[in-house]
């Protein structure tokens, strides 16, 4: 019979970070670095736990080499050469991820992580992380290249996640569904809430000495430190990077209507305002752009998006790290790692106030 699982799932929004006694005076004390020791891989890694996502837009080498500047993870995306990446690789950029898909050529990954022992950070990343030839690959991963830090994903229940670990996997990519630009959930009905998601996964992981990354659904700094407050070691986004300088997407302008307040009355403004292009990595638009077209049986579960034009990417860092520093001092964590440990979450049914939503701010 097909069963209803009934315990509460929950996003992001459904909850706020109680304030608790702190022996923080002040934001500027939080230590947002962490130095993370793995399960199969033999070194040691010092960073703040975010990091850009592996899309064709986010996982640029213009962005590693900003991000690099705040101790923050880029998963370079799949589409540059091994040429690319080998010559990327001159300098040293210890904080940086290459990565897969299951399709991709193992031949030419297996020759660039063999002939270049230094590029040793490998993201194999795949929507449904739950069929058979991920486990089977991560095994022959592990087996062939016992120095690597290996991430795999994408799941949401323990049981995968324990399973990836025990098979090589290093850290585990959680998240189905949750994403900016991410239709799976309308398009097969799968998915599952992403605190929820990280809530379980998180523990699953840490449970057998594995890590986990938690992957998409994060809409500001808030919801990036409630990732961490669950459980996460890693966050990784793409929409919130995705209106920088140092995205892939190009630049555009388009004029916006907003509503705003005259003396006499509200009226509606024109105005100018730059965007970048976003988009899902099974978006159509990929699809074209990255495979020359979608394959028959396949349906899109990604679409495209106009974000606000952000500036450098090191403006966005600088409010992250600066609302997570915040969240810290509230609940009294000196250090990224002790987050979950001094995390309660109030469940809430409604995060902001959100009188003013719709209305430009005018200075
Ligand atoms: P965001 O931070 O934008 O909410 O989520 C980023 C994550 O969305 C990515 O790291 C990836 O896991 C997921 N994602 C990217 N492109 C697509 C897509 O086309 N379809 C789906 N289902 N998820 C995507």
Redesign the pocket.
Known sequence: MTRILTDEQLDYSDVLFQPKRTTLNSRSEADVLREYAFRWYPKTLKACGIMA???ATTGTFEMNDALEKFNAITCLHKHYTAEQLVAYFKKPHPLTFICTGLKDNKDNLFKLLGENPHIDKLCV?I?NGYIPNLLKFVKELRTRFPHILLMAG?VVTGDMTQDLILSGADIV?A??????????RSQTGVGRPQLSTVLEVSDAAHGVGGMICA?????GPGDVAKAFGAGADFV?????L?GTDEAAGKRVERLVQTDFFEPDGKTLKTEKRLFKEF?????QL?QQKHFGGMAKYRT????EKLIPYTGPVAHVMEDILGGVRSTMSYIGATKLKYIPKCTTFYRVNRQLNTVFANMKDID
Not at 215 to 219: E, L, P, Q
Not at 236 to 240: H, I, P, T, V, W
Not at 279 to 283: E, H, P, R
């Open positions: 996502a592996n899309m990343d929507a994408n990519k998240g189905i569904g949750p994403g900016s630009v991410c239709i799976t992957d998409g659904g994060c809409t990784m986004l793409g929409g919130m995705a988009y899902g990595m099974s978006s990929a899109t579960e990604g679409r």
